[in-house]
């Protein structure tokens, strides 16, 4: 087995475990419009840098611990499209991290939902934080996974609000 992958070898095809974040130090999402066929677009995130990757693509990096919300869409030659959603932490050099389509190398996934309905309610509750003044990149990494384990175990989920935030930031404070 080889230590480094070969030369020609692309990004896509090498190993989680052997891929390494980018050398700034930045987690990079590409987002990608090719109408009609695929699309993935952020839902939320404070973007770091940005870079065009083509005609159709661009490449949005984000700083460790910087959490985003990355939504796509697939429609294939036949069948239905399929549609995601991940929550995303952005990790930094050298911590552990999961794989997903799109974003290099990976990232600590909070949630990650395939299913329409659940992706819209995410949506709403997305929209209804916004609504309160919050900035959803600023929601606790526990509220995102109290979501996922709701939507799993098919039970409803706390709504985040200004009374939930207001004690996430005096806990933060004490730690």
């Given at each position: 087995?080889?230590?480094?992958?070969?030369?020609?070898?692309?990004?896509?095809?090498?190993a989680p475990a052997m891929?390494?974040?980018?050398?700034?130090?930045?987690?990079?999402?590409e987002l990608t419009w090719i109408e009609g066929r695929l699309e993935r677009q952020l839902r939320f995130g404070r973007v770091a840098a940005q870079r065009s990757g083509g005609p159709q693509k661009r490449i949005a990096s984000f700083r460790p611990g910087?959490?985003?919300?990355?939504?796509?869409?697939?429609?294939?030659?036949?069948?239905?499209?399929?549609?995601?959603?991940?929550?995303?932490?952005a990790v930094?050099?050298?911590?552990?991290?999961?794989?997903?389509?799109?974003?290099?190398?990976?990232?600590?996934i909070l949630l990650?939902?395939?299913?329409?309905e659940p992706i819209r309610a995410v949506s709403r509750e997305i929209d209804m934080?916004?609504?309160?003044?919050?900035?959803?990149?600023?929601?606790?990494?526990?509220?995102?996974?109290h979501i996922a384990a709701s939507l799993a175990a098919a039970l409803p989920f706390r709504a985040y609000g200004a009374e939930r935030h207001a004690a996430w930031l005096r806990r933060r404070e004490t730690e």
């Open positions: 087995m080889h230590s480094s992958p070969p030369i020609d070898m692309p990004l896509r095809d090498i891929r390494q974040l980018p050398s700034s130090g930045l987690t990079d999402v910087a959490t985003f919300a990355l939504l796509g869409c697939t429609v294939p030659d036949v069948g239905r499209a399929s549609w995601n959603l991940a929550v995303v932490t930094a050099p050298g911590a552990p991290y999961q794989a997903h389509a799109g974003i290099a190398p990976g990232g600590d990650l939902i395939d299913a329409i934080i916004e609504a309160s003044g919050i900035d959803p990149c600023d929601v606790p990494p526990d509220h995102w996974r």
